[in-house]
Structure formats: structure tokens, C-alpha cells
């Protein structure tokens, strides 16, 4: 019987950011093309072609959904706006566990001082639950400060505000130069467990330790 709670779990918890355009949904969707127990907070209704997708617009509705399906396989999206709807999806996805769960544009609904009650639980502990969490965001400098203490890997596409530039640039450890120029579905992806940078193109489906991209440039 699978352990409802297991301290042993890797985390899993991902942070995309970049720019419209910049490719962060479009590698976030690779990632949970397969996957059979998914839940997805979709504010900008940006996955409905998602295949086998189950769309719902208001809190019970969801709540249902994930009560019906306890265990089994379920792909299931809630667009909706709002703290208060960020909140109630953050506590559903904890308890339903055992899951892929993407949070789209979290700098909408969480703030740098604090992060909402039920997505602060998600992040710290959803790992215990089997919880694979994405988080995506086009200004990670306006989002809560949770998520990047708990990460086991940032991916960065283009971004358009300085700003952002500047703060991923330190959580990457990198040069801000080096997010300066990238271009769209160009990308740097940090591994925060062995601290290997990647530079990468999603369209041409490559990638290369940033050290050897730059040598060779």
C-alpha cells in the first residue's frame, strides 16, 4: 500500500519564468503530457487542449471532482481568478496528494511579504504527499519568496523587465548579461542540487552546460 505520507520523497518543485512568449507554458506542457493525475490552476485558460482534460470554473466543482477520484487517474483544470480561488486550489492539491500540479501566474495571486496559507503548505510540504509541483510566473520579483527556498530547479526564458533580469540572475548565480540575450525559447535552466546551469532552446530541443555554450560562442 502506498504510504499516504513518506518523508523519504525527493521534491519535485519546479519554478518557470519569462516573459510572454518566452516558452515557459510550452515546456511546462512537455512535462505533464503524460501525466495520469494532474491538476492545474489555469487563470488565463491557457491548457484546454490538453488532451483528456476535465475543465471546471468554480471551487465545488473541483472539490468534487478530486473527492470522486481519490486514487485513481484524473486531468483536471480549474480557471478561475484570485487569492481566494489560489487558496482553495493550493489546499485541494495537498489533500488529493500523489499528483502533478502546475500553478500558472503565481505573481498574480501571492505577494513578495507572503505567500497565501494554503500554497505555503503546498510548497513546504508537498513533497511528503508525492506532489511533482510547477510553478510559472512572467515576474518572479513580484511573486511570494516560498517557493525559491524549497526549489530543485529554476528554468528562465527571455524577460522583458530589467528587473526580473536582475533578481533571477542572482538566483541562477549567473551574469545578468547572460539573460539579456536570450532570445525567444531560448532558456537557462538551474539544477539546485548540483548546481549545473544549462542553456537550452525548447523549438530545437537542445541544451548544454552555460560554461561550454559561452566557450564555444
Known amino acids: ?3 499516504r505520507i513518506d518523508t523519504t520523497r525527493k521534491a519535485c518543485i519546479e519554478l518557470f519564468c ?12 512537455s512535462k ?16 484546454g487542449e490538453l488532451a483528456n482534460i476535465i475543465t471546471v470554473t468554480n471551487a465545488q466543482a ?10 485513481g487517474g484524473l486531468r483536471i483544470r480549474y480557471v478561475a481568478n484570485g487569492e481566494a480561488a489560489f487558496n482553495v486550489w ?16 503565481i505573481a498574480g495571486v501571492t505577494s513578495p511579504g507572503k505567500a497565501p496559507q494554503g500554497w505555503h503548505t503546498l510548497v513546504s510540504r508537498g513533497r511528503k504527499r508525492g506532489i511533482t509541483l510547477y510553478a510559472v510566473t512572467q515576474r518572479p520579483s513580484e511573486s511570494d ?12 526564458g527571455r524577460m522583458s523587465r530589467a528587473k526580473d533580469r536582475k ?11 547572460d539573460l539579456t540575450e536570450l532570445k525567444a525559447l531560448d532558456y537557462l535552466e538551474r539544477d539546485m542540487l548540483s548546481n549545473v546551469v544549462m542553456r537550452g532552446n525548447s523549438k530545437e530541443n537542445w541544451q548544454k552546460p552555460l560554461d561550454e555554450y559561452k566557450a564555444a560562442a
Open 1 to 3: 500500500m502506498t504510504k
Open 18 to 29: 519569462g516573459s510572454s512568449g518566452s516558452g515557459k507554458s510550452y515546456k511546462v506542457k
Open 32 to 47: 505533464i503530457i503524460k501525466a495520469k493525475r494532474l491538476v492545474i490552476f489555469d487563470p488565463d485558460d491557457e491548457y
Open 62 to 71: 473541483l472539490l468534487t471532482k478530486l473527492k470522486q477520484n481519490p486514487k
Open 90 to 105: 493550493s489546499k485541494a492539491v495537498f489533500a488529493w496528494g500523489n499528483c502533478v500540479a502546475v500553478a500558472e501566474e
Open 145 to 156: 519568496k516560498t517557493i525559491l527556498g524549497n526549489l530543485s530547479s529554476i528554468w528562465v
Open 167 to 177: 533578481y533571477m540572475a542572482a538566483e541562477l548565480d549567473v551574469h545578468v548579461n
